[in-house]
């Protein structure tokens, strides 16, 4: 087999149907995370972004995007943002990982999204997590209908918040691909206020994470179209979301909220809203992302399963990298898969962003 390499943002148009049509070809690959317009967008604002094309008797068979330091460290495309990484190929290949690394300039390639099918990477693997998805059936009846009938425990409560949200703010109606990029940059300053208000790193604190959205939401194609969401009251947006969807796959990304109107429990509002619509444009599955959140138990129909790990070669880099990055992610996740060890390090974040935004604003 061979492998040739090009700047995601620079594929022919030949490489990047043959992509589509791969995806086309397997269900785990219909995610848009692992379409080239997102690692093409990645490209645009992040130095290093590369495609590894698998060629077998001259016709393009597989797809790695990735990124690579000037040390030979790889990462999977936009490592940290994408819920969803692969190297997206044909039924019946496979690779040796060696050498795909060898061919790619790699030491190491980390992931933590992987697709659980990647079995040539399968000994690099240190970690299977669950990663929530909804299936979307959605018929003929209303949104209030379908709401019963799909979650007949949150229903009540849901429609009871909605409608008192009406009569406090104004008429409530959601408008499921919102064109207006202001509404986009109320989105992420809610977002940036909520990273910092729980302690989490601000994403939208790094220039290139709000350009690369500023750029996704413009894109419009097949299998990879920006869709910002919006529960309005009245003309006042309640509650957004951003993330990408292809024909048949919606990733659920960016969602936040006026931080005045939780009571109302906008977040969950919206999840509802965006499922039903999505349903009804055709999309099948709504994938929720890595990690444990109340609202994925209460909305999910099944989990997939995704890998953390390292595939490696031999290399002095490749090792000092693993006794780095190792323990580090071990430790995130010893604390996150026990309740008795998460809860208290979540309160301390929320803590230690309060402090945080009460002295910004004290300044």
């Known amino acids: 087999m061979d492998l040739s390499l090009h700047g995601p943002d620079e594929l022919s148009a030949a490489l990047r149907q043959a992509w589509h049509r791969t995806m086309d070809m397997s269900p785990q690959y219909a995610n848009p995370f692992l379409a080239p317009e997102f690692a093409a967008g990645v490209a645009r ?36 943002l994408s819920d969803c990484q692969a190297l997206v190929h044909r039924p019946g290949v496979t690779w040796d990982t060696r050498d795909l690394l060898r061919g790619c300039g790699l030491s ?35 949104y209030p209908e379908w709401l019963r009938g799909a979650y007949p425990g949150l229903a009540k409560t849901t429609l009871k918040k909605e409608r008192r949200l009406g009569r406090d703010l104004g008429e409530v109606r959601f408008v499921y691909d919102e064109r207006d990029p202001a509404v986009l940059r109320t989105l992420m300053r809610w977002k940036s206020a909520q990273y910092r208000r ?29 869709v910002l969401s919006v529960v309005y009251a009245g ?32 977040g969950l509002m919206m999840h509802l809203r965006m499922a039903e619509s999505a349903g009804r444009d055709g999309v099948r599955v709504m994938d929720m992302g890595r990690g444990e959140k109340e609202y994925k138990d209460w909305l999910k129909t099944r989990d997939l399963r995704v890998g953390e790990g390292f595939a490696t070669r031999t290399h002095p880099v490749a090792t000092a990298h693993r006794m780095w990055r190792r323990p580090v992610r071990g430790l995130r996740n010893t604390v996150l898969a026990h309740p008795a060890l998460r809860d208290p390090a979540d309160r301390l974040l929320k803590t230690v962003g309060t402090l945080r935004t009460s002295r910004r604003g004290s300044c």
Do not use: C
């Open 235 to 266: 003309d006042r947006p309640v509650a957004a979301h951003f993330g990408p969807t292809s024909s048949t796959v919606f990733a659920a990304w960016f969602t936040a909220y006026d931080p005045e109107l939780g009571y109302y429990s906008p």
């Open 108 to 142: 190491v390639f980390e992931f933590d999204h992987l697709v659980e099918e990647q079995q040539p990477f399968a000994a690099s693997v240190t970690g299977t997590f669950a990663s929530p998805v909804l299936d979307l059936k959605v018929g003929e009846e209303s």
């Open 45 to 80: 604002h992040r130095r290093g972004a590369r495609v590894a094309v698998l060629h077998e008797s001259g016709e393009p068979v597989g797809f790695l995007p990735f990124e690579r330091n000037a040390l030979g460290v790889g990462r999977a495309i936009g490592l940290g």
């Open 198 to 226: 729980t302690g989490r790193m601000d994403r939208f604190a790094k220039p290139w994470i709000v350009d690369l959205v500023d750029d996704l939401f413009q894109v419009r194609e097949e299998h990879f179209t920006g």
